[in-house]
């Protein structure tokens, strides 16, 4: 046969043999693309539905899931159309790739994962008023990476999640109801059981404090100065401008019924021993021994 057709059919073999391997990387990327499109992605977010994880956690599942379907499309038909050493190659450089930047990225990462926790536990929502680290506020937005917090002073924190899901943190609105608690001093000479009396009144007479739980007051501790006594009483809907505003009204009541009943809310005293040397004394001094040297 002559070389020139020999080469023709060369030519042929490989042209016909690109044209399958492109047929056949096109039918495997559909197929699995289809697949994972209509089937697997709904199928996730179902089932992220079903758990009854959050709005943002189900589109970032629906993401994840169409990523995951894309890449999926890609090496299966890679391998379909025997391109398999190539898509070896690629996924150990990927891997690498990948590596490098969880190494680098691994707080950002940390913060992500725990605002998935965050969303899906709901230790707090936005419009709760939260306590953590010494620092409190009301939650404005939680998102993946932080959650932003306005403080009463009108201020806002940024605060990573990971600080959020890997610390205390107190949220004092997660019930119907929220018990309050105050230590009243009295002095020593005053009568305790009229005090305590007095104390419950005026937590029965505050139109916000509840009468069941009933309000409680119980002795504990005998201070330098005074006798602590401790009133504990609960409200209903806790908020963080009801739990102030209660509070103030109730403990101004207590002060001003321990007036009129001549209850002493005693402040700590200091008794003082010993002398004090003036500058002009001791210059007597010192002139009286500075004679007597003289005259000896």
Known sequence: MDPIQIDEIANAVDVGSIAVSLLLFVAGFLVVFLLGKYLFVPGVRRALGSKGFDDVVRSLGTSVANAVVWVAAVAIAFTVAGYGAFLSAFAVFGGAIALAIGFAAQDLLGNFVAGVFILKDKPFEVGDWIEWDGKSGRVEDIDLRVSRVRTFDNERITVPNGDLANNAVTNPVAYDTLRQKFVFGIGYDDDIDRATDIIVEQAEAHDEVLDEPGPSVRLVELGDSDVGLQSRWWITDPDRGDFVRVRSEYVQA???????????????????????????????????????????
């Open 254 to 296: 207590v002060k001003e019924a321990f007036d009129e009943a001549g209850i002493d809310i005693p402040y700590v005293h200091r008794e003082l021993t010993g002398s004090i040397e003036t500058v002009e004394s001791v210059a007597a001094a010192e002139q009286t021994a500075d004679g007597q040297t003289a005259a000896e």
